[in-house]
Each structure stands twice: as structure tokens, then as C-alpha cells.
């Protein structure tokens, strides 16, 4: 069994690294312009909802069924259900390029409504004080609601880095590759459960990794 092992990480060694690379560049992309999407959605779902700084019932209402409607959607049907808009933007609908697309799409959403729960957590006492002292709307969304929600925001961060690692795999079963498209190509389309059970242990582990730096960060945050 164990120069089965041995054999196999010589043979598919290469091509495993180039799936885990891959897999890496997808959930960082998409991490990053998921974050750079969600952030401010979640912040005005916050501020324009029922006891917002900036209420307003008919745009915090619209936003909301967006991205309920967004995360209600199963990744598969998603991934299926956007080829022209892929193609459209990325020429291709396959490897690295094709799966984050659909990756920045289904994590959007749920980053945004990460950041929406973290500020609403904020102390509205604290925003009150702030408010008597005559700051300004905008100053406050940026000197308290983001900096007292910011351990918050970096638990959604962390949470849906995590999301999106199960989705590059998922990604990879249709032609997205990384880690998942190894599994099904080298592991399950060639009956070898040892390359798919090693495939399993690298996503568990990357899990972990992203898991431990997202809390360590939040504690120093929480520290501070």
C-alpha cells in the first residue's frame, strides 16, 4: 500500500501541486473581489435598515431580496445556469478563469450579509455618543461601525474563504479545475481512492490553515 502511495505522488506529484496552485489562485481572487463587492452592500444593508444611521426601507428591501434570492441558489445550478456571462467576461468557461466568476458570484452575497450582521452587532450606544457629539453620517460608518465591527468582518472574511474552498471543488467537478478536478479526474474516473482520500486531507488541511489565521487575526483584533 505504501509504495502504491509512493508510486502515486511520483506519478501525479506535478500535477497535484498545479491543482492545489490552482485551487489557491481561485479562492484568492474570488476571496478578494468577494470582499471588495460584499463589504459595501453589507454596509448598506446596515445603515439603511429599520434602525440604520441612514434608513430607507425600499433600498435596504430590494437589497436584501437580491442577495437572498443570490444565496439561495445551489453552486452547481450557478455554475450551470452562467456560461454566456462567463464566456462574456473571461472568453472561457473552463479552468482557473471560468470558476471564478461564478466563485465571485456565490460568495458576494453571503460576504455581504456577513458584514451586514457584524455592524449591527456594533453597541448602538456607542453610535448614539457619537452622534450627540456631532459627528457627521459618514464619519461614524468609518470611525465606529467598521472599526467596532472589524473583528466581525474578518470572522465573514474568514467564513467565506472557507465557502469557497468547498466550491472550487465543487467548481472542479465541471471543468473548473484545482483540487476538485484532480479528485474527479485522477481519483474517481480512475478508481484510485488514495489519490482522493490525499486530495480530501489537502482541502481539510487548507480549511484549517485559512480557519486558524482568520481566528488569530480576529483575537488580535478583539486584543487590541
Known amino acids: 500500500m505504501i509504495s502504491k502511495i509512493n508510486e502515486d505522488l511520483i506519478r501525479y506529484g506535478p500535477s497535484l501541486l498545479k491543482a492545489f496552485k490552482d485551487t489557491c489562485i481561485m479562492v484568492g481572487i474570488s476571496g478578494l473581489f468577494s470582499t471588495i463587492l460584499g463589504t459595501p452592500i453589507g454596509i448598506i444593508l446596515?445603515?439603511?435598515?429599520?434602525?440604520?444611521?441612514?434608513?430607507?426601507?425600499?433600498?435596504?428591501?430590494i437589497l436584501s431580496?437580491?442577495?437572498?434570492?443570490?444565496?439561495?441558489?445551489?453552486?452547481?445550478?450557478?455554475?450551470?445556469s452562467i456560461p454566456w456571462l462567463v464566456?462574456?467576461?473571461?472568453?472561457?468557461?473552463?479552468?482557473?478563469?471560468?470558476?471564478?466568476?461564478?466563485?465571485?458570484?456565490a460568495s458576494s452575497p453571503f460576504m455581504a450579509k456577513?458584514?451586514?450582521?457584524?455592524?449591527?452587532?456594533?453597541?448602538?450606544g456607542v453610535i448614539e455618543a457619537y452622534t450627540a457629539m456631532g459627528f457627521s453620517k459618514f464619519d461614524i460608518i468609518i470611525k465606529v461601525l467598521l472599526r467596532e465591527g472589524l473583528g466581525g468582518i474578518v470572522q465573514g472574511i474568514t467564513l467565506s474563504l472557507v465557502g469557497l474552498i468547498g466550491y472550487s471543488a465543487i467548481a472542479g467537478t465541471v471543468g473548473g479545475g484545482g483540487l476538485?478536478?484532480?479528485?474527479?479526474?485522477?481519483?474517481?474516473?480512475?478508481?484510485n481512492p488514495h489519490l482522493m482520500t490525499l486530495t480530501l486531507v489537502i482541502i481539510i488541511l487548507l480549511v484549517f490553515i485559512v480557519q486558524f489565521i482568520g481566528d488569530d487575526v480576529?483575537?488580535?483584533?478583539s486584543h487590541n
Open 180 to 191: 476538485g478536478d484532480f479528485a474527479i479526474r485522477y481519483g474517481y474516473n480512475m478508481f
Open 46 to 61: 446596515a445603515v439603511t435598515g429599520e434602525d440604520g444611521l441612514m434608513k430607507n426601507k425600499i433600498l435596504n428591501s
Open 114 to 124: 456577513q458584514v451586514e450582521l457584524a455592524l449591527l452587532k456594533v453597541d448602538k
Open 87 to 105: 464566456r462574456a467576461i473571461v472568453h472561457t468557461t473552463i479552468g482557473v478563469k471560468g470558476a471564478v466568476i461564478p466563485l465571485i458570484i
Open 65 to 80: 431580496k437580491i442577495i437572498n434570492i443570490l444565496r439561495s441558489i445551489p453552486f452547481v445550478i450557478l455554475v450551470a
Open 218 to 221: 480576529y483575537r488580535r483584533l
